[in-house]
């Protein structure tokens, strides 16, 4: 098979470390086969597979079970995510060894929060003994309670609970402080507001071993969205103010924040198509992320193609531990690769995505950016927007 690819920008396979797949539980919105094909779509090779799933994965049987079920659909290597504690409830450590047997490298409180500074010390004593990453929700729940948007103007107008920036920037740094303590890894997920990087910057600073992610909407999407109350605007942590995109965009471009990830989160038509308090939060990431990040950080100068192959494939990569992410392959060798035509150009449909759920922001937008070709290990997985299983 030739693909012609003049013109083409040639990346190495995208690496999503914040995947909601919803296989077990909810596969009415989402599956293990449909999320495969949104992510050889989206340019990815490897997607790690959130735990928050029905029932939760915080033992070995689910997670061997979202690893072989990923090879067996066999279009991007799906790697589960263990939960820190049991029923991702924070209450008690989940079994960290018998899952990090099993292949586990992050392990993460996505949805919920540890919020109990015991509990997370000793889940960052195991992961570092067990040479894994705990990758926290960025959440402190007590500062969270009843939370429909950002806390600030445009919450107060439209008589919304305030999610105040507080309840992120206080748990990220107390999560900071003991990783060093602990001499252990930390990765934060979806950092949301201009503070969190701050935090962040401070703590590398001193010697912290902190990653960090921001999705692809938190560099775009601002609070303004909110005024029609539609709920497809409805994520946590929320969408917060322009000025924290401009930051956030900003910091990703300097390092302090290591990668792209996409938070993806299936939802089904009717917890979407409701009042606002009603409905969950989350949107459909795996598809629109590499033309938002040309759209935000390419396209204004912040970063060229080099910076995408970082922060879409190299950085996440290294963070998981992936082995054969990112280094160098020589002629003939299978590899792991995204054709992007930086001119091209789409308009997103939910309905036409390949994910059963539909419940994308970016409704009827023109994005820059197509993902022409992804190849795992030599084997093209999406072409010209087909998946080819
Ligand atoms: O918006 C979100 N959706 N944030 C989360 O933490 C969980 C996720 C989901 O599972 O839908
Ligand atoms: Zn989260
Ligand atoms: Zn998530």
Redo the contacts with the bound molecule.
Sequence with gaps: EVIEADGLVALPGFVDL?THLREPGREDTETIETGSRAAALGGYTAVFAMANTDPVADNAVIVEHVWRRGQEVGLVDVYPVGAVTVGLKGEKLAELGTMAKAGVRIFSD??LCVADPLIMRRALEYTKALGAVIAQ???EPRLTVGAQAHEGETAARLGLTGWPAVAEESIVARDCLLALHAGARLHV??VSTEGTAEVLRWAKGRGTQVSAEVTPHHLLLDDDRLNTYDPVNKV??PLRTANDAKSLRAALADGTVDCVAT?HAPHAHQDKDCEWSAARPGMLGLQTALPIVVATMVEPGLLDWRGVARVMSERPAEIAGLPDQGRPIAMGEPANLTLVDPAGRWTVHGADLASIAANTPYEGMELPGTVVATLLRGEVTARDGKAVR
């Design positions: 914040h996505d949805g929700h960025a959440e997920c979806h946590n942590p938070d």
